[in-house]
Each structure stands twice: as structure tokens, then as C-alpha cells.
């Protein structure tokens, strides 16, 4: 996309490698502090718009880092997993890009949390979600282990994923529809924004294909068509046996010359002398 490589060009130079790296790491202290402080430490991260509005501004961003889950094993597990996969999309749209895809669903999130004061705990469940999602839709055959032994590829987990979201959506109401849309708007940019274009272009040079084939079909049509040459001719109205193939054809023998006629004008015509 042009505004993408335009953005890039400018402001590449202050994209943050690794930023899924940070992201996790303060989710684990937020993790190791909830653990050994309790969790009252997370009231003072979570967003809420109210106490946004009246000064507390860190929690336009310090809700990134509250945890999906608070289980030991499935925090470790997840980390793991959010790293890898973010690694491998960073590395394949770029850090430029990465930065975009995430900050993107952030802001908005942010945006649609403002519009419907929405208060969750965990707001970053959908924006991490979207890695998932993203990472499903670049390497559709990548193998993840269900309870790790379960084999299963990462484009059935994209569609069991959209599955939920779309549930969700449908039983959760108008804020619940902003929030998972905020939360997937860098997905939107990067990638379905992306396939439908590619999806409009090959249905024109599908067309144009089409079209192609047709026009070269007639074309071979022609030249495969025999070359009819006509043997006889009228002198006087031009008629050859291609005109009228039932058409007889004589010549004159009062005309000085081989003149041949039709029998419309073998006796109707002006001898040639």
C-alpha cells in the first residue's frame, strides 16, 4: 500500500524492533507484582475512562500490559506463544509494519473504549488475538499442538477463531462488535484490506483472460477457416459460384474473347466485339 511504504520512508527510522518483546516482559512483571502484591496493583493499570479524564493518563497504555490470564502455566505458555508468533510476523511485514499493525489496534481500541466506556480487565485479550489470527492467515499450514500432543494446522485455528469472534458479536451487542473490530483493525489493514483488493484484481484479469481466450478462439477460428477462390464470374454483374452456388455459368461464343455469364446474362448482355 502506498501510504504504508510513504509512512515507512518517513518515519521508519523510530519503529521499534521487537516490540512484542517489551510488551511481554512488562506483562510479566505486571504478573510477578499481582503475585506477590495481590491483585489490587491491577486497579491502578486497567483503563477506565473516567479516572482517564481526570489525570490518570498512564492507563492509555498501561492496559496493554495487564495479563490475558493470571494461571502460571498458561501465562508461560501464552508468552511463549505470543513471542513466536509475533516474531515471525514481524519478520515477514517488517518492524515498520509490526509497529503499525499493533499501535493501530491499540488506538483504536482506546478510541471505541472512550465512545462506550468500556471497562475490562483484560482489553488486550483481542488486540493479542489478532496475532493469532494474523499469524494463521501468513503460514496457513503451521502445525500447533492442542494439550501438546494434538496436532492441528494454523488455518483451522483461523476459522475457529473467526467462529467465536463472530458469536461474540452476535450475542454481545454493539460495544462488544466495536471492541473486537478495534481490536482487529491492524488485521483489517495488513491483510483483508490486502486479499479483497487481490481477490477484485484477479476477478478482472480473470475477465481480461476470458476475454483473451474468446478473442484468440475466433482468431484461429479464422485462420483455420479453407480459403474459398471462385472459378467463375460473371463479366457483366460479377456473381461467382460462391454468390450463388446453384447459379450456372457459360460463355459466349459471339464475344470476341473468353467472357464468361451467368444465366441471368448469357442472353442479356452487350457482345464484346
Known sequence: MQWLYKLEKKFGKYAIPNLMLYILSLQAIVFLAVNLLGPGILSALVFDRDLILSGQVWRLITFIFVPDDFNPLWFILMLFIYYSISNQIERIIGSFNFNVFYFSSIIATIAVCFIFDIRLLSLAY????????????????????????????????????????????LTGGLPTIALICSSLLGYFIFFAYPALKHQKLRRKGLAGQ???????????????????????????????ELDDPDMEFRYCSKCNGNYEYCMDHLRNHEHVK
Open 126 to 169: 483481542y488486540i493479542n488475538l489478532s496475532l493469532f489470527i494474523a499469524f494463521a492467515t501468513l503460514m496457513p499450514d503451521a502445525t500447533f499442538y492442542l494439550y501438546f500432543f494434538i496436532p492441528f494446522k494454523a488455518k483451522y485455528l483461523l476459522v475457529f477463531y473467526f467462529v467465536i469472534l463472530g458469536m461474540q458479536m
Open 210 to 240: 476470458k476475454q483473451f481466450r474468446a478473442a484468440k478462439r475466433e482468431l484461429d477460428a479464422e485462420k483455420r477457416a479453407p480459403i474459398k477462390v471462385a472459378f467463375h464470374k460473371c463479366h457483366v454483374c460479377g456473381k461467382t
